[in-house]
Structure formats: C-alpha cells, structure tokens
C-alpha cells in the first residue's frame, strides 16, 4: 500500500492528511477481486490502479462458503517520522 501510495503523490505535494477507505471481496480459492476505493473520485485513478495490481498478489487461506468482503480504512499524514532523520 505504502508503494501505490508513493507512486500516486510522485512529483506532487501529498496532501496534509488523507482519509482512506479500501474494500475487497475474498473468493473461495483465497484470491482477491472486487477491489474498490471508498471515494469514486479516485477509484479509477493511480492509486485505485496500483492497489489492484497488488492485491491481485494476495493470498488468503481457502475455504468453504460465500464470498468474504473486507472494508479497511486508514488515514495518512504528510508529516515524518520520527525515526526518519534530518
């Protein structure tokens, strides 16, 4: 996430703080589709690309039943960390 992220801000100011909401459905063999972003204004943009790109990687343990949808959000914050240094 942290990668898609980058790529999405590359050669941009990122913004001070940002509200972020992923969703994705598990399928019964444990890979991932349906991969969307809560905001429609950027679903199809950079980032909403990316992140497809690497849930597609994601494996999930497989298993018996329905579909299984997952909802994360998260918030990012321009500022450094203290670990970074100077």
């Known amino acids: 996430v942290e990668e898609c992220l ?3 801000h590359a050669g941009q100011a990122p913004p001070p703080s940002a509200e972020y909401e992923i969703r994705w459905a598990v399928r019964n063999d444990g890979r991932v589709e349906q991969v969307h972003l809560g905001r429609k204004d950027i679903d199809n ?3 909403a ?3 497809r790109q690497q849930f597609e990687l ?3 343990p497989r298993y018996d039943g329905e579909l299984q949808h997952v909802e994360q959000r998260f918030w990012v914050s321009a500022q450094g960390r203290p670990d970074a240094g100077p």
């Open 6 to 8: 980058a790529q999405a």
């Open 45 to 47: 943009g950079p980032l």
């Open 49 to 51: 690309g990316c992140l």
């Open 58 to 60: 994601w494996r999930y």
